[in-house]
């Protein structure tokens, strides 16, 4: 079993800073790619932020100078520090990540269960 758990969420203000974590649990053998996610009401999930193993990042447009993706490959954590927020950016925050579990020769994709970030105007 391969749990995601984000934290870090909340009520912020317009121009405000928040840090979003996410931890990585359970039978792992290797961690590729890790990834953030957000998504809204009635939309599709859009890509925040991505990192691959090495520690290559790869921003959306709309986000870049305003959020830094990071990594720990021996806390298994991935990091989303988002600066200068706006009303926009309200979403619900996923965690993504490709694992490959013990066992298993094939990485799989896992989400974790979300964290609401609320941006006030």
């Known amino acids: 079993q391969v749990q995601l758990k984000e934290s870090g969420g909340g009520l912020v203000q317009a121009g405000g800073s928040l840090r979003l974590s996410c931890a990585a649990s359970?039978?792992?053998?290797?961690?590729?790619?890790m990834s953030w996610y957000r998504q809204t009401p009635g939309s599709q999930r859009e890509l925040v932020a991505h990192?691959?193993?090495?520690?290559?990042?790869n921003y959306a447009e709309s986000l870049k100078g305003r959020v830094t993706i990071s990594r720990d490959n021996e806390e298994r954590t991935v990091d989303l520090q988002m600066h200068s927020l706006k009303p926009e950016d309200t979403a619900v925050y996923y965690c993504?990540?490709?694992?490959?579990?013990?066992?298993?020769?094939?990485?799989?994709?896992?989400w974790g269960q979300g964290t609401q970030v609320t941006v006030s105007s």
């Open positions: 993504n990540a490709e694992i490959v579990r013990f066992g298993s020769n094939w990485p799989h994709k896992y």
């Open positions: 359970g039978k792992i053998f290797r961690i590729n790619s």
């Open positions: 990192i691959s193993s090495s520690g290559r990042t």
